[in-house]
């Protein structure tokens, strides 16, 4: 079985429609697939359209941010009924936060000499989603910085000049919009966190408590010793584990759609009950 449960589209800061990346995934083989676009469902009307079209079984979903510790997390939504009016204010709620934080970051990066950052974004981010994405592909455009890893580390994170704080809403609020919408919640990439392993133990004992379903054990970049050591965390904290590639499409990035280590843990994935 190919399974492959994170994907985005330009629904958020993906490089292709949802149809395309339908199309991918049947090219590939996938025998199941989830779009998970960043803190919204709009692009799934779109990929179930074409999922029918071409006989793919396609899995609604989202990655949610979130807050844990004063830090931003990602948190997989997966097999959501879209629907649900909690799970879409819950959505919507970050919807506008974005909006806010793209104001305050276009601010920052006036200050340091970038104008209309704000204008400029928007004609990036194809469906109005900002994220911090199209930022850095607006800079790398405007020769500002030469690729998406020094525009991160000199232009949106932390204190520098397009760096807002995360002000998502809490971990547990956010698995509660998940459950309300009858979906699992599933910790994304717990590797790709600025963590120590003691303390993304920490992260996954809490919100394990708090209801966590899942962690994602193989992503598109995994190496074997990291799908092991997840694998064996998923254990220990009493967790469903999931597969996905993280495919954004961008053209220095090398992962693809369905192309995924093995999963260790076959009796207790996520997709079990599909
Ligand atoms: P946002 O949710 O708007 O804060 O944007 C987060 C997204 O930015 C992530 O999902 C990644 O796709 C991307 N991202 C974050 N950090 C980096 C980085 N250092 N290099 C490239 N992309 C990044
Ligand atoms: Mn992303
Ligand atoms: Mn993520
Ligand atoms: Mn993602």
């Not at 994304?188 to 966590?212: E, F």
Request: with cysteine; proline share 2%; hydrophobic share 40%.
């Amino acid at each position: 079985m190919k399974i492959d449960l994170h994907n985005h589209s330009y629904y958020s800061d993906g490089v292709l429609s949802p149809t395309e990346v339908v199309n991918l995934a049947k090219q590939e083989g996938c025998d199941i697939f989830s779009l998970t676009d960043h803190d919204t469902t709009d692009g799934l009307l779109e990929a179930q359209k074409q999922a029918d079209e071409v006989g793919l079984k396609l899995v609604h979903g989202v990655e949610i941010s979130a807050m844990w510790s004063n830090m931003t997390i990602h948190i997989l939504g997966l097999n959501v009924d879209i629907n649900n009016p909690i799970f879409q204010a819950g959505l919507k709620q970050h919807q506008d936060f974005r909006q806010l934080r793209a104001e305050k970051m276009a601010r920052g990066l006036g200050g340091a000499g970038v104008f209309s950052a704000l204008e400029k974004v928007k004609v990036v981010a194809k469906k109005g989603m900002i994220t911090r994405t199209h930022f850095a592909q607006m800079l790398i455009q405007e020769g500002v910085c030469k690729d998406m890893r020094s525009v991160f580390k000199r232009f949106l994170t932390g204190k520098k000049p397009g760096g807002v704080g995360g002000q998502w809403a809490q971990f547990d609020e956010v698995i509660g919009w998940i459950h309300a919408a009858g979906g699992k919640a599933v910790l994304a990439h717990p590797l790709r966190y600025r963590m120590t392993n003691t303390k993304i133990k920490r992260l996954l004992s809490h919100l394990s408590g708090a209801g966590l379903d899942g962690v994602e054990v193989v992503t598109g970049s995994s190496s074997k010793d990291e799908i092991t050591l997840v694998s064996q965390w998923a254990t220990q904290f009493d967790l469903l584990v999931s597969s996905g590639s993280d495919y954004h499409g961008w053209p220095n990035q090398r992962t693809r759609i369905g192309r995924l280590h093995d999963m260790p843990n076959v009796n207790q994935t996520v997709w079990k009950d599909w």
